[in-house]
């Protein structure tokens, strides 16, 4: 089944459960898919790869409002904004643990014979690729600079 055929079922269930704060984030999906579908040169069917840049996306988006509504003592607005987020995380592949993600870009480094913070960006390119929907672009980018800095 599809992401987006799954989305569209999930959307009848919660609307059949009276689940506003689900249908919400599945609404929220289903808009961001049908951008994708219609934005000019656009393909009628989405690749798995781009449906997960994009739920990988909107994952932030809440994630990055949630910190700015916190930072502004606005808890339950924050609090629905991670709630929204967990929902759409559970349409992710699991997430990488720190021990995997660090054992993977140690190799990546040692397959290109990185040396410093110069060979950044070829480290980021490889792990960016290679790691796509399992681990958050931030987490790889930062463990990468440790790695790199020692």
């Known amino acids: ?58 994952v932030k988006q809440r994630k990055d409002s949630a910190q700015i509504y916190t930072e502004q003592s606005r808890t339950e607005l924050a609090e629905k904004e991670l709630s929204e987020a967990k929902i759409i995380e559970a349409y992710l592949p699991e997430q990488m643990s720190d021990e995997e993600l660090t054992s993977i870009i140690k190799n990546i480094i040692e397959e290109i014979g990185a040396k410093s913070m110069a060979d950044m960006g070829k480290v980021m390119g490889r792990a960016s690729k290679e790691l796509a929907g399992k681990a958050e672009g931030k987490a790889i980018a930062d463990k990468v600079k440790a790695l790199l800095s020692l």
Do not use: F, V, W
């Open 1 to 58: 089944m599809s992401l987006e055929n799954k989305i569209n079922q999930d959307i009848k269930d919660a609307m059949r459960a009276k689940d506003k704060e689900k249908l919400e984030s599945l609404r929220a999906i289903k808009a961001a898919l049908l951008l994708e579908k219609t934005q000019k040169g656009g393909a009628d069917e989405i690749s798995g790869e781009a449906e997960m840049k994009i739920l990988q996306k909107l």
